[in-house]
T-cell receptor
Framework: EAGVAQSPRYKIIEKRQSVAFWCNPI?????LYWYQQILGQGPKLLIQ????????DSQLPKDRFSAERLKGVDSTLKIQPAKLEDSAVYLC??????????????FGPGTRLTVL | GNSVTQMEGPVTLSEEAFLTINCTYT??????LFWYVQYPGEGLQLLLK?????DKGSNKGFEATYRKETTSFHLEKGSVQVSDSAVYFC?????????FGKGTMLLVSP
């Protein structure tokens, strides 16, 4: 079974530029998550999708971050304009909800963003 | 809200030494508890989990016991290997969202 795919793996941009990250979850997984992992910290949830609907985006900085999952499969996370403090690893994860309790999340390799 | 506190690293050990990485949590209700591992250049992988009090999760020689009375989920391994060098994250889950600790880097030397 293929894992969660992310691209690009690395990206370097200058502040005020825009950038987009792509995620392809495990086939059949209805739930998709985007996390931000700043160096030296644990991942922080940015947004959670259930199919193509947003379940939780309470920690997404909506003035500059946006995410979509139009067909309920792939997802794109965009930052516009980027700030220095956005330098981090952006992780995508997916899970297959059973409606019972917590379901294991499977993580992609992440995209390392450096903002200069 | 939910939070996880784990010991700061790096933890530096020689091969075959005993490992303990402390983790304590604050949560409402009865969360599930996890340890994730992140090897260099790779994504997070679930190492082990426990879903209720007194459960013991185990995998690859690692163990952790869900202690509700001390709100702890310490990770242990009896004999570490160089290949165990990685960053270890303690996490808890309410329903579908994970709350992570800051991570503890483990460095094992031959």
């Amino acid at each position: 079974e293929a894992g969660v795919a992310q691209s690009p793996r690395y990206k370097i941009i200058e502040k005020r530029q825009s950038v987009a990250f792509w995620c392809n979850p495990i086939s059949g997984h209805a739930t998709l998550y985007w996390y931000q992992q700043i160096l030296g910290q644990g991942p922080k949830l940015l947004i959670q999708f259930q199919n193509n609907g947003v379940v939780d985006d309470s920690q997404l900085p909506k003035d500059r971050f946006s995410a979509e999952r139009l067909k309920g499969v792939d997802s794109t996370l965009k930052i516009q304009p980027a700030k220095l403090e956005d330098s981090a690893v952006y992780l995508c994860a997916s899970s297959s909800p059973s409606g019972i309790s917590y379901n294991e999340q499977f993580f992609g390799p992440g995209t390392r963003l450096t903002v200069l | 809200g939910n939070s996880v506190t784990q010991m700061e690293g790096p933890v530096t050990l020689s091969e075959e030494a005993f490992l303990t990485i402390n983790c304590t949590y604050t949560a409402t209700g009865y969360p599930s508890l996890f340890w994730y591992v992140q090897y260099p250049g790779e994504g997070l992988q679930l190492l082990l989990k426990a879903t209720k009090a007194d459960d013991k999760g185990s995998n690859k020689g690692f163990e952790a016991t869900y202690r509700k009375e001390t709100t702890s989920f310490h990770l242990e391994k009896g004999s570490v290997q160089v290949s165990d060098s990685a960053v270890y994250f303690c996490a808890l889950a309410g329903y579908s969202t994970l709350t992570f600790g800051k991570g503890t880097m483990l460095l094992v030397s031959p």
